[in-house]
């Protein structure tokens, strides 16, 4: 089956910088990777996705790229704020239009510090 | 992508007692969803696919007997923790694939046996 490996596990960073959050994949059939962000106490809502006919998509301050060779894809959050700081999940699931299971990375605690 | 409403919230039980958790769908039929299990700072962890009309398909490990799971339409699945014992505490999670590849979770239900 899939495995998603996620890095890093924490991660701390000053208001303003970016973050980059990095994971890979192992099953190459898979062909959607959304992330999301939980905060605490509640379900994971998801922030951006890629479709691995994409290599790129961008909204507003958050991107994700995808290489599809070497099975990998990336978050990236620019100008980062305090409001940012919560656990981001990556997952990859073979999609055929809903219903395909998720795999779940796991996890990086992002620390925005003033 | 849907809109889910899961409830309760939190709820605390004695041991050996059943609870129910529900998950509902608002404005998607869904001829699926999926329940998953989060312990503290852990990823989510898939525990079955809710089969509307059908068995649920449960994953390797997974007690079927005593997470009991009913899909009865299409906008309503529950999962039942029967017999619940202290580690079976956990956040529970619901999904609920939408229109395309989105996936929409719950906001989590917090079980505490004592």
């Known amino acids: 089956g899939e495995n998603v490996e996620q890095h890093p596990s924490t991660l701390s960073v000053q208001e303003g910088d970016s973050a980059v959050i990095k994971c890979t994949y192992s099953d190459s059939a898979s062909n959607y990777f959304p992330w999301y962000k939980q905060e605490l106490g509640k379900g994971p809502q998801l922030i951006i996705d890629?479709?691995?006919?994409?290599g790129e998509k961008k909204d507003q301050r958050i991107a994700v790229t995808l290489n599809k060779t070497a099975k990998h894809f990336s978050l990236h959050i620019t100008e980062t704020q305090p409001e940012d700081s919560a656990v981001y999940f990556c997952a990859a699931s073979i999609s055929t239009g809903g219903g395909n299971k998720l795999t779940f990375g796991t996890g990086t605690q992002l620390k925005v510090e003033l | 992508g849907a809109v889910v409403s899961q409830h309760p919230s939190r709820v605390i039980c004695k041991s050996g007692t059943s609870v129910k958790i529900e998950c509902r769908s608002l404005d998607f039929q869904a001829t699926t969803m999926f329940w998953y299990r989060q312990f503290p700072k852990q990823s989510l962890m898939l525990m079955a696919t809710?089969?509307?009309?059908?068995?649920?398909?449960?994953e390797q490990g997974v007690e079927k007997d005593k997470f009991l799971i009913n899909h009865a339409s299409l906008t309503l699945s529950t999962l039942t923790v029967t017999s619940a014992h202290p580690e079976d505490s956990s956040f529970y999670i619901c999904?609920?694939?939408?229109?395309?590849?989105?996936?929409?979770f719950g906001s989590g239900t917090r079980l505490t046996v004592v």
């Open positions: 809710s089969n509307e009309g059908s068995k649920a398909t449960y």
């Open positions: 890629i479709r691995s006919n994409v």
């Open positions: 999904s609920v694939p939408g229109r395309g590849d989105g996936y929409t």
